[in-house]
T-cell receptor
Framework: DVKVTQSSRYLVKRTGEKVFLECVQD?????MFWYRQDPGLGLRLIYF???????EKGDIPEGYSVSREKKERFSLILESASTNQTSMYLC??????????FGQGTRLTVV | QQQVKQSPQSLIVQKGGISIINCAYENTAFDYFPWYQQFPGKGPALLIAIRPDVSEKKEGRFTISFNKSAKQFSLHIMDSQPGDSATYFC??????????FGSGTRLSIRP
């Protein structure tokens, strides 16, 4: 069974903290993505990576950075968490077929 | 150019009826059009997808209709069941790279 695993289901962090969200896929996919999901706004792309150490900004990259040191792992970093970054964060991966496989999501609350 | 517009935002259908969700896109470079199904507390799951060289794809009760000239595609769920109640997202991508999602449709099937 294909799998995209996110390190945490729920996280509560304080304003100003540096936050790391980890994602691992076991499908040898080239592409990996980070989305955030908010009610009424659908899934918005934060960053994606098409190869190790390669990254491209999505639609809402401000306040975020990413790291991809190994093919199977893609990390999202909130440099200084703010309350408007409270959201559901979804990691996904895709290969040549184009279809993306998602993790179960991390619900982050910034207080 | 990058947007995918989805309608309706919410939909209520009687059991056994046909559910229809519509999407429109602008970027003619898109070459892959998937639909995702998401249940509460879960990540989206790939449901069915189509490429622009065909006008229709059917998998069980789910059908995608694709109109290349109008830049529109739609999901039809035949014989809708209560278990189909979920949020559905259309999406578009090109060159197996970043995936752009619609805003989602919350579907409720009434028994």
């Amino acid at each position: 069974d294909v799998k995209v695993t996110q390190s945490s289901r729920y996280l509560v962090k304080r304003t100003g903290e540096k936050v790391f969200l980890e994602c691992v896929q076991d499908m040898d996919h080239e592409n990996m993505f980070w989305y955030r999901q908010d009610p009424g706004l659908g899934l918005r792309l934060i960053y994606f990576s098409y190869d190790v150490k390669m990254k491209e900004k999505g639609d809402i990259p401000e306040g975020y950075s990413v790291s991809r040191e190994k093919k199977e792992r893609f990390s999202l970093i909130l440099e200084s968490a703010s309350t408007n970054q409270t959201s559901m964060y979804l990691c996904a991966s895709s290969g040549d077929s184009g279809g993306a496989f998602f993790g179960q999501g991390t619900r982050l609350t910034v207080v | 150019q990058q947007q995918v517009k989805q309608s309706p935002q919410s939909l209520i259908v009687q059991k056994g009826g046909i559910s229809i969700i519509n999407c429109a896109y602008e970027n003619t470079a898109f070459d892959y059009f998937p639909w995702y199904q998401q249940f509460p507390g879960k990540g989206p799951a790939l449901l069915i997808a189509i490429r622009p060289d065909v006008s229709e794809k059917k998998e069980g009760r789910f059908t995608i209709s694709f109109n290349k000239s109008a830049k529109q595609f739609s999901l039809h769920i035949m014989d809708s069941q209560p278990g189909d109640s979920a949020t559905y997202f259309c999406a578009a991508s090109y060159s197996a790279s970043k995936i752009i999602f619609g805003s989602g449709t919350r579907l409720s099937i009434r028994p």
